[in-house]
C-alpha cells in the first residue's frame, strides 16, 4: 500500500472533495493560511479556478518559508528575486504570462514543501543562466559556491529534448547531477509539475510526448525520493492527458462521492478521536481524499466503490511510542483487519517513507484504512528529500572539508547513481533505468548482523549479493535464506533473513546463469561487465555447463578394476580387512553402501561361496533377510585399505571439479570413478568412489573436500535398496 501522502491538510472542504470538515481534537496555534498544493492543483482539475497573476508572488513565497523556517535568512531570496525579474524581464511564458511567473511558481512549490534557503534561491535563479546573460560566476560571486552548484545542475537539465534519441543521455546526466546533490532533483520535479499544469497551451501531441516521459521516469524518480506531494499530482496530470475517458469517469465518481449526505470516513474519524480521548493520546484525526488515479485504482480493484474507498483516516501524534499507543486502543476499541497491518516505522521504505498502516471494519462491512504517524514523519512522508533540508551542511563541530556527502540519500538513489556509472553505454543506461523504475513496490530483507538491504519486489539471492558487496559479490558461492540453505536463484520475500556466502577461492567467478536470476540494473550490468572483460572464462564455463549435461562418468585411466568369478569388479580393500565366520569363503564389500571401518556390519553368504559385507542399516539387509538368505557373522580386521563413495553437494562456479580432485589426491584419496550430475538451480551434486590406504583416512578426506569454495556438504552415500 503506497503512502498518499501531500501537503499539509487544509481544514474544511474543498472543490470537488470526498470528505467534510475536518474538527482537530486539540486547539492548533492560529497560523495564516497554509496554500495547498493539492487543493489548488484538484481545484484546476475538477473545474474553473481564478487564474490570475500572481499576487505579490515573492511575498508568498516568503510566508511559505516562514511557516517551515522561521529563523531564515530572507535577504537571499529579495536578492534573487531582483535578479531574476530583471533578467528574464521582457520574456513571456507560451501561456502569454511574463516568464519570471514560472521561477516564481516553482520556488513556491518547494517553499511549501519545506526546502531550506540555498535550495528556494536556486530555483528563483534555475533558468537565468539558461535564458539570460547571468553567468555561473555572477551566481557564485553574489550567492555562493552551493547555490552556483545547484543552478548549474538544474541547467544542465534544463537542456533536456524528449525526443526518443536524446533521452538515454540526457537522463543520465540528470542523475549524475541528483547524485551530487538531491536537490538538484527537487527542483527538476517542482519545475516539471508547473510545466504540466500549463501544458494545456501546447500541441496535443507535445502534451502526449511530456506526459509520458513524466510518466515513465519523472513520476517514479519521485516516488523514490519520497515527494509524494508532487509525484500525486503529476499522476493525476498524466491521467487527465494520457487517458482522458478514464479520468472523465473518475472524476464524475469523485463529484458524485462529494455529494453524498452520508460519509463513513467522517463517522469513523469522529469515532477515532472519542477513542484517543477517552485514552488521553493527544493526536489530531484528518481525512485524507484519494486522489484521482488512486480511486481509479481502486476501482478496477474493487469494481463499485463505497464511501470509504474515495480516502484515508490519517492520525498524527507527537511522538513514535504514540503511534503504537494509537494502534492498541484502535485495534482494542474498534475491529481490525489484521490483513491490513504493515508497520513502516520498524522498517521504513526505501523513500524515507515511515507510518502504521491498518484498517478498522464497520458494521455495514466497510473498511476504513487508517494511517497513523507522528507530525515529523508525515512532514517527510509529503516532501521527502524535500523535507530534510540541506543535507551538506556540516555540524558545528565537523568543519565541512570540501567532500561533498550525502548521509541522507535513499538507498535507492545510491544504488541508482552506482550502477549507472558501471552501465556500458546510454542505451543500455536508458532501457535498464526503465525497468527499474517499472519495479513499483520494493521489499526489505534482513543481514545476518541487523543490516537491511532494500531490493524491488522479485529480487533474487543474486541481486541481494551485488546490492550488499558491489562487484565483490563474484564471489558469492551460494546464501542461507532463514537459516537454511538456498540457490542464488531462489526469490526473495519480504521480511527474509539473507546470508550470503562468500568463496575464499581467488578464482571465485560469476556465472552467466546469474544472469537469468539477476532483477536488479546492479547485479546484471556487473555481471556483464565481467563477461565481457573475461571472454575466456565465460565461453569455459559454457564448455563445463555442456559436459556436466552429458551426465559425464569420469573413470581414470589408469584405473582397471579385474573381475571377479561373479561378474562384479572385485575390491581390493576386501583382502584381510573383513573376516568372516565362513571358513574359505571370498569376502566382498557390498557396493550398495561401501562399508568402512568402524561401520556395524553384518554378512550374507551369496553364490559362488562368496559373503558379502553390508553396512547394518543398508535397505539390502532387510531384503535378504526376508528372502531367506543366510546371514554370516563378519567383523573388521587389520586396517588396510578401503573402498567409500561420498556424495558432495556444491553451488555450481568455475573450476570446483578440479579443486575437489585436488582437494581429494592431497589426502591420498586415488579416484576409482565420479559421476557429475546436471546442475539445478545452480546446484550440483558430485558422486565419487574412492581408494583410501586406510578407513581412518575418511574423516580427514571429507573435511578437505567440505573447505573447497562453493561444497556445502560431504556425506557417505546413503545405502541403496539392491541386492549384493
Same mark, same amino acid.
Given at each position: 500500500?503506497?503512502?498518499?501522502?501531500?501537503?499539509?491538510?487544509?481544514?474544511?472542504?474543498?472543490?470537488?472533495?470526498?470528505?467534510?470538515?475536518?474538527?482537530?481534537?486539540?486547539?492548533?496555534?492560529?497560523?495564516?493560511?497554509?496554500?495547498?498544493?493539492?487543493?489548488?492543483?484538484?481545484?484546476?482539475?475538477?473545474?474553473?479556478?481564478?487564474?490570475?497573476?500572481?499576487?505579490?508572488?515573492?511575498?508568498?513565497?516568503?510566508?511559505?518559508?516562514?511557516?517551515?523556517?522561521?529563523?531564515?535568512?530572507?535577504?537571499?531570496?529579495?536578492?534573487?528575486?531582483?535578479?531574476?525579474?530583471?533578467?528574464?524581464?521582457?520574456?513571456?511564458?507560451?501561456?502569454?504570462?511574463?516568464?519570471?511567473?514560472?521561477?516564481?511558481?516553482?520556488?513556491?512549490?518547494?517553499?511549501?514543501?519545506?526546502?531550506?534557503?540555498?535550495?528556494?534561491?536556486?530555483?528563483?535563479?534555475?533558468?537565468?543562466?539558461?535564458?539570460?546573460?547571468?553567468?555561473?560566476?555572477?551566481?557564485?560571486?553574489?550567492?555562493?559556491?552551493?547555490?552556483?552548484?545547484?543552478?548549474?545542475?538544474?541547467?544542465?537539465?534544463?537542456?533536456?529534448?524528449?525526443?526518443?534519441?536524446?533521452?538515454?543521455?540526457?537522463?543520465?546526466?540528470?542523475?549524475?547531477?541528483?547524485?551530487?546533490?538531491?536537490?538538484?532533483?527537487?527542483?527538476?520535479?517542482?519545475?516539471?509539475?508547473?510545466?504540466?499544469?500549463?501544458?494545456?497551451?501546447?500541441?496535443?501531441?507535445?502534451?502526449?510526448?511530456?506526459?509520458?516521459?513524466?510518466?515513465?521516469?519523472?513520476?517514479?524518480?519521485?516516488?523514490?525520493?519520497?515527494?509524494?506531494?508532487?509525484?500525486?499530482?503529476?499522476?493525476?496530470?498524466?491521467?487527465?492527458?494520457?487517458?482522458?475517458?478514464?479520468?472523465?469517469?473518475?472524476?464524475?465518481?469523485?463529484?458524485?462521492?462529494?455529494?453524498?449526505?452520508?460519509?463513513?470516513?467522517?463517522?469513523?474519524?469522529?469515532?477515532?478521536?472519542?477513542?484517543?480521548?477517552?485514552?488521553?493520546?493527544?493526536?489530531?484525526?484528518?481525512?485524507?481524499?484519494?486522489?484521482?488515479?488512486?480511486?481509479?485504482?481502486?476501482?478496477?480493484?474493487?469494481?463499485?466503490?463505497?464511501?470509504?474507498?474515495?480516502?484515508?483516516?490519517?492520525?498524527?501524534?507527537?511522538?513514535?511510542?504514540?503511534?503504537?499507543?494509537?494502534?492498541?486502543? !484502535?485495534?482494542?476499541?474498534?475491529?481490525?483487519?489484521?490483513?491490513?497491518?504493515?508497520?513502516?516505522?520498524?522498517?521504513?521504505?526505501?523513500?524515507?517513507?515511515?507510518?502504521?498502516?491498518?484498517?478498522?471494519?464497520?458494521?455495514?462491512?466497510?473498511?476504513?484504512?487508517?494511517?497513523?504517524?507522528?507530525?515529523?514523519?508525515?512532514?517527510?512522508?509529503?516532501?521527502?528529500?524535500?523535507?530534510?533540508?540541506?543535507?551538506?551542511?556540516?555540524?558545528?563541530?565537523?568543519?565541512?572539508?570540501?567532500?561533498?556527502?550525502?548521509?541522507?540519500?535513499?538507498?535507492?538513489?545510491?544504488?541508482?547513481?552506482?550502477?549507472?556509472?558501471?552501465?556500458?553505454?546510454?542505451?543500455?543506461?536508458?532501457?535498464?533505468?526503465?525497468?527499474?523504475?517499472?519495479?513499483?513496490?520494493?521489499?526489505?530483507?534482513?543481514?545476518?548482523?541487523?543490516?537491511? !538491504?532494500?531490493?524491488?519486489?522479485?529480487?533474487?539471492?543474486?541481486?541481494?549479493?551485488?546490492?550488499?558487496?558491489?562487484?565483490?559479490?563474484?564471489?558469492?558461492?551460494?546464501?542461507?535464506?532463514?537459516?537454511?540453505?538456498?540457490?542464488?536463484?531462489?526469490?526473495?520475500?519480504?521480511?527474509?533473513?539473507?546470508?550470503?556466502?562468500?568463496?575464499?577461492?581467488?578464482?571465485?567467478?560469476?556465472?552467466?546463469?546469474?544472469?537469468?536470476?539477476?532483477?536488479?540494473?546492479?547485479?546484471?550490468?556487473?555481471?556483464?561487465?565481467? !563477461?565481457?572483460?573475461?571472454?575466456?572464462?565465460?565461453?569455459?564455463?559454457?564448455?563445463?555447463?555442456?559436459?556436466?549435461?552429458?551426465?559425464?562418468? !569420469?573413470?581414470?585411466?589408469?584405473?582397471?578394476?579385474?573381475?571377479?568369478?561373479?561378474?562384479?569388479?572385485?575390491?581390493?580393500?576386501?583382502?584381510?580387512?573383513?573376516?568372516?565366520?565362513?571358513?574359505?569363503?571370498?569376502?566382498?564389500?557390498?557396493?550398495?553402501?561401501?562399508?568402512?571401518?568402524?561401520?556395524?556390519?553384518?554378512?550374507?553368504?551369496?553364490?559362488?561361496?562368496?559373503?558379502?559385507?553390508?553396512?547394518?542399516?543398508?535397505?539390502?539387509?532387510?531384503?535378504?533377510?526376508?528372502?531367506?538368505?543366510?546371514?554370516?557373522?563378519?567383523?573388521?580386521?587389520?586396517?588396510?585399505?578401503?573402498?567409500?563413495?561420498?556424495?558432495?553437494?556444491?553451488?555450481?562456479?568455475?573450476?570446483?571439479?578440479?579443486?575437489?580432485?585436488?582437494?581429494?589426491?592431497?589426502?591420498?584419496?586415488?579416484?576409482?570413478?565420479?559421476?557429475?550430475?546436471?546442475?539445478?538451480?545452480?546446484?550440483?551434486?558430485?558422486?565419487?568412489?574412492?581408494?583410501?590406504?586406510?578407513?581412518?583416512?575418511?574423516?580427514?578426506?571429507?573435511?578437505?573436500?567440505?573447505?573447497?569454495?562453493?561444497?556445502?556438504?560431504?556425506?557417505?552415500?546413503?545405502?541403496?535398496?539392491?541386492?549384493?
Amino acid at each position: 500500500m503506497s503512502a498518499e501522502a501531500t501537503n499539509s491538510v487544509t481544514p474544511g472542504p474543498m472543490p470537488g472533495a470526498v470528505s467534510g470538515p475536518v474538527t482537530p481534537t486539540a486547539p492548533r496555534r492560529k497560523a495564516r493560511p497554509r496554500i495547498d498544493l493539492r487543493r489548488l492543483g484538484r481545484a484546476a482539475l475538477l473545474g474553473p479556478a481564478a487564474r490570475g497573476r500572481l499576487p505579490d508572488a515573492i511575498s508568498h513565497v516568503v510566508e511559505a518559508h516562514r511557516a517551515h523556517h522561521p529563523e531564515a535568512d530572507l535577504e537571499p531570496l529579495r536578492h534573487a528575486y531582483v535578479l531574476a525579474e530583471s533578467s528574464h524581464r521582457g520574456q513571456m511564458r507560451k501561456s502569454g504570462e511574463p516568464y519570471i511567473t514560472h521561477p516564481l511558481a516553482v520556488t513556491l512549490i518547494l517553499a511549501e514543501l519545506g526546502a531550506e534557503t540555498t535550495t528556494l534561491t536556486a530555483s528563483l535563479l534555475h533558468d537565468t543562466v539558461e535564458d539570460t546573460d547571468v553567468t555561473l560566476d555572477q551566481v557564485r560571486d553574489q550567492f555562493g559556491e552551493e547555490v552556483r552548484y545547484l543552478v548549474d545542475g538544474v541547467t544542465k537539465l534544463e537542456k533536456v529534448d524528449y525526443g526518443a534519441a536524446a533521452e538515454p543521455e540526457t537522463f543520465r546526466k540528470m542523475l549524475v547531477a541528483t547524485g551530487n546533490d538531491v536537490r538538484v532533483m527537487s527542483i527538476k520535479l517542482a519545475d516539471r509539475l508547473h510545466n504540466m499544469r500549463t501544458l494545456g497551451v501546447m500541441r496535443p501531441e507535445k502534451q502526449e510526448r511530456i506526459a509520458k516521459v513524466t510518466r515513465d521516469v519523472l513520476i517514479p524518480l519521485a516516488e523514490r525520493l519520497g515527494v509524494q506531494a508532487l509525484k500525486t499530482e503529476l499522476e493525476d496530470l498524466v491521467f487527465a492527458i494520457l487517458r482522458p475517458e478514464e479520468y472523465a469517469q473518475t472524476r464524475e465518481l469523485i463529484v458524485r462521492n462529494a455529494a453524498r449526505t452520508d460519509d463513513p470516513l467522517a463517522e469513523v474519524a469522529d469515532e477515532v478521536r472519542g477513542v484517543l480521548r477517552e485514552a488521553d493520546i493527544p493526536a489530531e484525526v484528518l481525512i485524507r481524499p484519494r486522489h484521482f488515479v488512486s480511486v481509479h485504482r481502486v476501482s478496477r480493484k474493487r469494481g463499485r466503490l463505497r464511501g470509504s474507498d474515495f480516502g484515508r483516516v490519517l492520525v498524527l501524534v507527537n511522538e513514535d511510542a504514540d503511534c503504537y499507543g494509537v494502534l492498541g486502543e !484502535l485495534h482494542t476499541c474498534m475491529k481490525p483487519v489484521v490483513s491490513e497491518f504493515k508497520d513502516f516505522i520498524a522498517v521504513p521504505k526505501f523513500n524515507l517513507y515511515q507510518s502504521l498502516h491498518t484498517a478498522v471494519a464497520r458494521e455495514d462491512g466497510q473498511v476504513v484504512e487508517v494511517l497513523i504517524r507522528t507530525h515529523q514523519m508525515h512532514k517527510v512522508a509529503e516532501a521527502g528529500v524535500v523535507a530534510l533540508g540541506n543535507p551538506y551542511a556540516p555540524a558545528p563541530d565537523d568543519p565541512a572539508d570540501g567532500e561533498r556527502v550525502d548521509p541522507t540519500r535513499p538507498g535507492w538513489l545510491s544504488r541508482l547513481l552506482d550502477w549507472q556509472e558501471a552501465a556500458p553505454d546510454p542505451d543500455h543506461f536508458w532501457s535498464t533505468l526503465r525497468e527499474d523504475l517499472a519495479q513499483d513496490r520494493e521489499i526489505t530483507v534482513f543481514r545476518p548482523d541487523g543490516g537491511t !538491504l532494500g531490493l524491488p519486489e522479485g529480487a533474487t539471492c543474486v541481486d541481494a549479493a551485488y546490492a550488499q558487496y558491489g562487484e565483490d559479490a563474484h564471489a558469492c558461492i551460494g546464501a542461507r535464506v532463514n537459516g537454511r540453505l538456498a540457490t542464488l536463484s531462489t526469490v526473495l520475500k519480504d521480511g527474509d533473513t539473507v546470508q550470503l556466502l562468500m568463496g575464499q577461492d581467488a578464482v571465485s567467478e560469476p556465472s552467466r546463469e546469474w544472469l537469468e536470476h539477476a532483477h536488479t540494473p546492479a547485479a546484471r550490468i556487473a555481471i556483464q561487465r565481467w !563477461l565481457a572483460a573475461h571472454p575466456v572464462q565465460a565461453e569455459s564455463q559454457q564448455s563445463e555447463a555442456r559436459i556436466a549435461e552429458d551426465r559425464t562418468a !569420469l573413470r581414470p585411466a589408469d584405473v582397471h578394476e579385474p573381475e571377479a568369478a561373479s561378474g562384479q569388479p572385485a575390491d581390493r580393500s576386501a583382502t584381510g580387512t573383513v573376516l568372516a565366520d565362513l571358513p574359505g569363503a571370498t569376502v566382498r564389500l557390498a557396493r550398495c553402501c561401501t562399508p568402512v571401518p568402524p561401520d556395524d556390519i553384518t554378512g550374507f553368504a551369496v553364490r559362488g561361496g562368496a559373503v558379502t559385507v553390508h553396512r547394518v542399516e543398508c535397505a539390502a539387509v532387510a531384503r535378504m533377510k526376508d528372502g531367506g538368505r543366510a546371514e554370516v557373522g563378519v567383523r573388521w580386521g587389520e586396517a588396510a585399505e578401503c573402498r567409500v563413495t561420498l556424495v558432495a553437494e556444491s553451488f555450481v562456479r568455475p573450476h570446483l571439479l578440479a579443486d575437489l580432485t585436488e582437494a581429494m589426491a592431497s589426502e591420498g584419496a586415488e579416484i576409482v570413478s565420479a559421476t557429475v550430475e546436471p546442475p539445478t538451480q545452480q546446484q550440483v551434486r558430485h558422486t565419487y568412489t574412492v581408494q583410501l590406504p586406510d578407513a581412518g583416512h575418511l574423516p580427514a578426506l571429507m573435511r578437505a573436500m567440505r573447505n573447497v569454495a562453493g561444497v556445502y556438504d560431504v556425506s557417505r552415500a546413503q545405502p541403496q535398496p539392491q541386492g549384493g
